[in-house]
Structures are given as structure tokens and as C-alpha cells.
């Protein structure tokens, strides 16, 4: 059953501008390690911070509390399954929001769909709630 469904659109270029602006600042506020890691990694660095950016923010939507309540940037990663396929993993105020909306005898499962074509940058993130079995 899904229990959270959230979706962000941003302009890259306002990334751009505050990665300009407030630079490295920026980043440790509002990005994981791991996420920096792939960001810097990639030739645009913008776009790729802005989709997760995004995310971030739909994530947080998903949730039920957008950024308030104990949930923070950091505590909403994108991170990659093995297949590739990106998901999220919460931490911290995020995590426990988690386990405040998850039914009893359900694990959740972390949807997450993230793309972009200048100058925007979209992410949409769908909480599944599913039935563990005895």
C-alpha cells in the first residue's frame, strides 16, 4: 500500500547559483557524502546536485512533514540499489517519521524517480508500504 507520495521540480539554474554563492557551505548543509561524492563526480555537477535536491524535497513531502518536525536535509540520501536504480535512505528525524507512518507488520519500500533537461530538474518519490510475511 503506498503511504507517502511526493514530487519537486527545481530550476538548475538555482542550484548553480548557490553552489556559486555559498560553494562547500552548501553542500555539507544539504548533501550526504555519498551524494557529494557522485555530484562531483559528474560533468554537470549542477544538474546532478539539483535532482537531488529534488528528491530531497519529495522525499520530504512523501513523509508528511516537508522540512519541519525533526526531519533535515541530511537525513535523506539518494543512494543507489545494485541495480542501479535510485532509492532513499533516511537517517536521523527522516528514519523516525518513517517508522511513525509505517503500519504495523509492514516494511517500507523507497520509490524514486529523478531526472533532468535544462533547465529543470524533477524528482518523484513514492513510500510503499509492504506486508512482511511470517
Known amino acids: ?7 519537486d521540480l ?26 557529494k ?13 539539483a535532482k537531488r535536491f529534488a528528491a530531497k524535497e519529495a ?8 522540512l519541519a518536525q525533526g526531519v533535515f536535509w541530511r537525513d535523506m540520501g539518494v543512494v ?7 532509492t ?3 537517517t536521523n528525524g527522516a528514519a523516525k517519521r518513517l517508522d511513525a507512518i509505517l ?7 523507497i520509490h524514486v ?3 533532468d533537461d535544462f533547465p529543470l530538474a524533477q524528482a518523484f518519490v513514492i513510500i510503499e508500504a509492504l506486508k512482511i510475511e511470517d
Open 59 to 66: 522525499c520530504a513531502k512523501a513523509l508528511g512533514t516537508g
Open 80 to 86: 543507489n540499489l545494485p541495480s542501479g536504480a535510485p
Open 10 to 35: 527545481i530550476d538548475i539554474r538555482r542550484i548553480e547559483k548557490t553552489l556559486e554563492r555559498h560553494g562547500d557551505r552548501f553542500i555539507e548543509r544539504v548533501y550526504t557524502p555519498v551524494e
Open 37 to 49: 561524492a557522485k555530484s562531483e563526480r559528474r560533468k554537470l555537477r549542477a544538474a546532478s546536485y
Open 113 to 115: 524517480t529523478i531526472t
Open 103 to 109: 503500519p504495523a507488520g509492514h516494511t517500507a519500500r
Open 1 to 7: 500500500m503506498i503511504i507517502g507520495i511526493g514530487s
Open 88 to 90: 532513499m535512505r533516511l
